[in-house]
């Protein structure tokens, strides 16, 4: 009997044998036996699930889950398309919106070592009586968390990987799970002004990070003293910048704002769309560098806490209808592309300052 170090208030050492990915940590105790048994879960969720939840399908295979769950998904997805094409009447929107949320509720929980049952039913039922009162302020909250619980899900359902272009292929899944959950909140039909959306969606989604990293990193302590450094220059950053560009949104000089729009324009009617800054300077090397540091480091988790500056404008995607399908991917790419630039010449620098322990294995925690 091993105490579940998250109630019993410590950590109690567990000492296992190092496996092919272990060589790093070998002959030392792990003392989160918890956090490091999710890594070898699947994106999607399995039976293990049913041990966190009520107990009513812990008869399951994992794979009767997983297909459960990717049929019930299937569902969502279904009636969010007849509802976008006017194919069927209109509350399918709303009923396939709650269950993708549902689902993917299920599954955030599920990966971070949770209660998937519990929290899975709670947001069923919630998006239930959203569509049944369809009262615009509950429709309008239902559909922000939606959003930022799919740009939390999309951060964490990626894997560590220590070559770079397996990173580059987590950063696409990340952000097609954010995109369909950002088609998953449209289904709501919220009324919202854009900018206001998306910084909501950021501030929950960092809040939800937040705590999911938490449990995952083990904690502050065990950030460490480069991990503390991380995290600081991270979040100052990322006000800084939203700060700025709030400030310059509304009290810039009338020649600096045609000039950006003339950009912008300029960028529309050639390239079919543009990069976005948050993204492409913040978002992107911060999941890209942080999935690569988890193969290496826990504290890699700290740095995709950050990753949701892609993922949660991503998930807002659908709510600007000023900005179509083809912009909106294309904008996404372009500001891939330019992240990927950076992350790879940060996470260069990484392995010359610290070494590359994993270069030949190691911890996928």
């Known amino acids: 009997y091993q105490p579940d170090p998250y109630q019993s ?132 909250g239902a559909a922000v968390l939606v959003a930022s619980v799919a740009a939390v899900l999309a951060v964490m359902a990626t894997v560590p990987s220590r070559r770079f272009p397996k990173t580059i292929r987590e950063t696409f899944i990340a952000v097609g799970i954010a995109a369909l959950g950002s088609f998953a909140a449209l289904g709501f039909e919220p009324v919202v002004m854009v900018s206001r959306f998306e910084y909501a969606t950021l501030a929950c989604s960092l809040a939800i990070a937040f705590f999911a990293v938490y449990r995952l990193g083990a904690g502050l302590h065990g950030l460490g003293r480069r991990g503390a450094i991380i995290v600081g220059i991270g979040g100052l950053m990322l006000a800084l910048t939203l700060i700025y560009a709030e400030m310059l949104r509304r009290y810039g000089s009338t020649g600096l704002m045609d000039s950006v729009d003339d950009m912008q324009r300029w960028c529309r009617i050639h390239i079919g769309g543009y990069p976005h800054p948050i993204q492409a300077l913040f978002g ?82």
Not at 288 to 306: E, I, K, Y
């Open 9 to 140: 208030g410590h950590l109690e050492p567990v000492h296992e044998p190092a496996g092919p990915y272990d060589t790093e940590t070998s002959g030392r105790p792990t003392t989160a036996a918890k956090v490091t048994s999710f890594l070898a879960q699947p994106r999607v969720p399995g039976a293990g699930a049913a041990r966190a939840g009520l107990g009513i399908i812990e008869s399951l295979t994992a794979g009767t889950v997983r297909a459960i769950w990717l049929a019930a998904l299937a569902v969502g997805v279904l009636g969010l398309v007849v509802s976008a094409f006017d194919l069927g009447p209109e509350i399918f929107g709303g009923l396939g919106a709650v269950v993708v949320g549902t689902a993917y509720t299920f599954a955030l929980a599920h990966r971070t070592g949770g209660r998937p049952l519990i929290f899975g039913s709670l947001a069923g039922v919630a998006g239930i009586v959203v569509v049944l009162v369809d009262n615009e302020a509950l429709r309008t």
């Open 284 to 365: 992107v090397p911060a999941l890209v560098w942080g999935t690569h540091m988890r193969s290496r480091r826990r504290q890699g988790w700290w740095v995709c806490l950050f990753g949701v500056a892609l993922t949660a404008p991503v998930a807002s995607t659908f709510l600007n209808p000023d900005v179509g399908l083809a912009e909106a991917a294309l904008s996404v790419v372009y500001s891939i592309l330019i992240g990927l630039v950076i992350a790879f010449v940060i996470i260069r620098i990484d392995l010359a300052l610290t070494g590359s322990t994993a270069a030949g294995s190691g911890r996928r925690a």
